[in-house]
């Protein structure tokens, strides 16, 4: 019976290899579809990485535009400052002839109270 039972356990043994191959070689099977989708996966995230890398490049552009829009912006407002400070003071170098229109005007209204109204002839328009 030992030499029966010898080729008997010899078989056996030839079986589990056989399953054991059998699993060893599904679960290689299962491995290359994971790393097939993995590699579609890792294409595609390079494709992601490379439309960021585009937009993060517009977007420099667009803050360089921005900050030359900003610095224009701050030519004119100094511009318009000069203007403006230029208006005042030629303002206040007119401001004695506004001063004495407005005082003839008020001469020439008590003249004409004065004569009763009847100065509209003198009237200024």
């Not at 491995?31 to 990485?49: H, N, R, S």
């Not at 890398?53 to 829009?69: K, S, Y």
Request: glycine share 12%; proline share 2%.
């Amino acid at each position: 019976m030992g030499e029966r039972s010898k080729p008997r356990r010899l078989l056996g043994a030839a079986l589990n290899v056989d399953e054991t191959l059998g699993h060893v070689d599904s679960s290689l099977g299962e491995f290359d579809a994971t790393l097939t989708e993995f590699k579609t996966l890792l294409a595609e995230f390079t494709a992601v990485l490379g439309r960021f890398g585009e937009v993060l490049e517009h977007f420099g552009q667009t803050v360089e535009r921005v900050d030359g829009t900003v610095d224009k912006v701050g030519l004119i407002t100094d511009e318009m400052g000069e203007i403006v400070g230029e208006i005042g003071s030629l303002m206040q170098s007119l401001s004695p002839a506004f001063a004495v229109n407005d005082q003839f005007r008020r001469q020439l209204e008590r003249l004409r109270t004065l004569r009763g109204g009847g100065a509209e002839r003198w009237r200024m328009g």
